[in-house]
Structure formats: C-alpha cells, structure tokens
C-alpha cells in the first residue's frame, strides 16, 4: 500500500545509546520531514530534506543525525540518547515545499522512551 | 517569526451540534494554512489545505476559511458526530518550507 511508514512503533533504550529511526515513504515526495511532538511544545521540526543528499536543520536540531540517500528513505538517529529526547517522532513528506500547494502526509509515529 | 494559536485548548460538545475551531497567526505574509487532524496514538492527518488567494475550503461536513488580513481561519465542522472527536491543528509555512503547528484542539462529541 502507498503510504509513509515509521519503524519500530515503539522504542525504550537507555541514556547514551545510539538509536535509529526509520521512515519510508513510496509516493517518491521530495520532501520529508522529522517532527517530534511533547506536551506543552507541540510538534517542533528536527530536519527536513528538500530531496536525496539534500538536508537541513529544523527548529531542534542537537543531538539527532539524519541522512537521505534514497528518496524514499529518510532515517534518524540519535548518537547518543539523553532523557531529553523521550519523545513522540513522525515522520512526514510532502511533494512540493510548506510553501508550496501540497499537503504533508504524515506517519503514524514512533514512541520512543529513553531510561 | 510566526507563532499560531488555537483556541479553545478543549471543547466538549453534544452529537449534532454544528462548531467552530479557531486558529490566528501572527504574520499575515502566508502562503497557505493546513488543518489536520490527530487521533489518539496516530499521525497527523490532512484535512484541508487554503492556499492564501482562496477565502475557504470545503470538505463534506468540514468548511474551512482564511482571513489572511486578520490572521484567522476557522474549521466549521457541521452536524458533528462521536468519530469526530480527535485533536485539531492548524499550520502554516514559514519563509523556508517548514510548518508552524499551533498547539491544537482536543474535540469531544458526546454521543
């Protein structure tokens, strides 16, 4: 089925452990976006990606790594976990930029829990 | 820089009432509003997309509007019913491909 998927579903990992999230989208957007979402800050950017090799730094930024050598892939990673980043992410895409006319399609998320 | 605010935070309302959810924006400079939805555990999902030369939006019981003069838009959702309740956000660009997400609202229809 068409669509954005997010892996794993849910995630508890431990402070100072490397953890990646993984988002695959088959519609072949452009764009594709990392959100994380908390009570009392709402969804916050991450990263962004204007398309394959392309990235950019969101609102939040510290701590995370993302890469896109494929358009259909766009993965997160934590280098080191911090109790900070227990979190919901989603992932999202779109075919065109926020600016533009296109609306963004966004997964089902990854709860991830830091100890 | 742009902040988006929605307002009520919550409203509980009976099956069949017709609502209206509200969203403003501080800069006017916008080249569309997104309204989603969110249910519990879940993504967000697209409703309605205004681009900034339209006055509104409809969607089957959803009618969105914009005032960009203003800084609002409104979601009126009509007759409303128990599968409406959920979380709804509204979101504009900024100057750089990226959303501003308000902090939503959180609908309950009572059956």
């Known amino acids: 089925d068409a669509g954005i998927t997010q892996s794993p579903r849910y995630k508890i990992t431990e402070t100072g452990r490397q953890v990646t999230l993984m988002c695959h989208q088959t519609?072949?957007?452009?764009?594709m976006f990392w959100y994380r979402q908390d009570l009392g800050h709402g969804l916050r950017l991450i990263y962004y990606s204007a398309a394959a090799d392309i990235t950019d730094k969101g609102e939040v930024p510290d701590g995370y790594v993302v890469s896109r050598s494929k358009t259909e892939n766009f993965p997160l990673t934590l280098e080191s976990a911090t109790r900070s980043q227990t979190s919901v992410y989603f992932c999202?895409?779109?075919?065109?930029?926020?600016?533009?006319?296109?609306?963004?399609?966004f997964g089902n998320g990854t709860r991830l829990t830091v100890t | 820089k742009q902040e988006v605010t929605q307002i009520p935070a919550a409203l509980s309302v009976p099956e069949g009432e017709n609502l209206v959810l509200n969203c403003s924006f501080t800069d006017s400079a916008i080249y569309n509003l997104q309204w989603f939805r969110q249910d519990p555990g879940k993504g967000l999902t697209s409703l309605l997309l205004i681009q900034s030369s339209q006055r509104e939006q409809t969607s089957g019981r959803l009618n969105a509007s914009l005032d960009k003069s203003s800084g609002r838009s409104t979601l009126y959702i009509a007759a409303s019913q128990p599968g409406d309740s959920a979380t709804y956000l509204c979101?504009?660009?900024?100057?750089?491909?990226?959303?501003?997400f308000g902090s939503g609202t959180r609908l309950l229809v009572r059956p």
């Open positions: 519609w072949s957007h452009s764009y």
């Open positions: 979101a504009v660009p900024d100057s750089s491909y990226k959303l501003i």
């Open positions: 999202a895409s779109s075919g065109q930029g926020s600016s533009y006319n296109s609306p963004l399609h």
